[in-house]
């Protein structure tokens, strides 16, 4: 409930502070397990991912954001949850796998931080989460500068094949999967 009413509330700032234009939105599946990845340019990135998606999106937060009982109970009904300072635990990877496997939709950005370069590296968590998972991968383009009254654009593409992935099996597995996932981002982005 929450969510929606945030959701609507951001879907107007947005309407009118940064023009969104969404492409692609039918590309994500209605139901079942999805991983959005998605280029990092901005700390209101998650809000720009998940404002026109019609199924709730889960994130990852800094843990202290969850200090207070009245700011952990109202971002865990934004859905999201706490990863500790200096990386993504292992427990919050868990807990991705997890609710990838209950059937959600998990927002991630494989670059880690914000203002990656055109071809700036993956991080392995998005293609382990999604491999564990069976979750469909769908790449995101985060399009434009945040200037306010100035159109964006934000891509949603074509679920991204993994399955070779999971059939075959290597020591470099997880790194090839990233590159992937990255390739299909970088080129969206290219697109513009």
Known sequence: MMYRICQTLLRAIFA??????????DNIPASGPVLLCSNHISNIDPTTVGVKVRRKVHYMAKAELFSTKLSNAFLRSLGAFPVKRGGV?????????????DGHVVGIFPEGTR??????????????MALRSGAAVVPVAIIGPYKPFRRMKI????????????DNPSS???????ERIMTHIRAMVREG
């Open 89 to 101: 635990s292992k427990e919050s990877i868990r807990l991705s796998i997890q609710m990838l496997k």
């Open 115 to 128: 203002g990656g370069s055109e071809d700036s590296m993956g991080k392995k968590g998005a293609a382990m």
């Open 16 to 25: 009118t502070l940064f023009p969104l234009k969404a492409e692609g939105l």
């Open 172 to 178: 470099d597995v997880l790194d090839q999967a990233t």
């Open 155 to 166: 891509k949603y593409g074509k679920p991204i094949d993994m399955q070779s992935f999971i």
